[in-house]
Nanobody
Framework: VQVVESGGGLVQPGGSLRLSCAASGTFIGGFSSYAMSWYRQAPGKERELVATIGSFGGNRNYVDSVKGRFTIPRDNAKFTVYLQMNNLKPDDTAVYYC?????????WGQGTQVTVSS
């Protein structure tokens, strides 16, 4: 399984970005049976879980700092999950990583940089 993120870049505070995570390969039990998550890691900080959407489009959970600003839709037909980020803040600056998981299997992408700055 391969996971590739895209869509990062430089954006001004208050702006929006949509990250994409495209997965490919052989998914035991099918892609929709895998939970999809976005993590981020800022310089000097630990990687944190930002948002998760469960298998079969189940529960969605967000870290408190992004609630009301970020959403995590998935398109199983395209083997893709997105992270829609609105009202971005400088504290959102980080490398964003996509993870797909069906325990004990877990796969990571290489990350995409998001920089929020004026």
């Amino acid at each position: 399984v391969q996971v590739v993120e895209s869509g990062g870049g430089l954006v001004q505070p208050g702006g929006s970005l949509r990250l994409s995570c495209a997965a490919s390969g052989t998914f035991i039990g099918g892609f929709s049976s895998y939970a999809m998550s976005w993590y981020r890691q800022a310089p000097g900080k630990e990687r944190e879980l930002v948002a998760t959407i469960g298998s079969f489009g189940g529960n969605r959970n967000y870290v408190d700092s992004v609630k009301g600003r970020f959403t995590i839709p998935r398109d199983n037909a395209k083997f893709t999950v997105y992270l829609q980020m609105n009202n971005l803040k400088p504290d959102d600056t980080a490398v964003y990583y996509c993870n797909t998981e069906r325990k004990p299997l877990s796969y990571w992408g290489q990350g995409t940089q998001v920089t929020v700055s004026s």
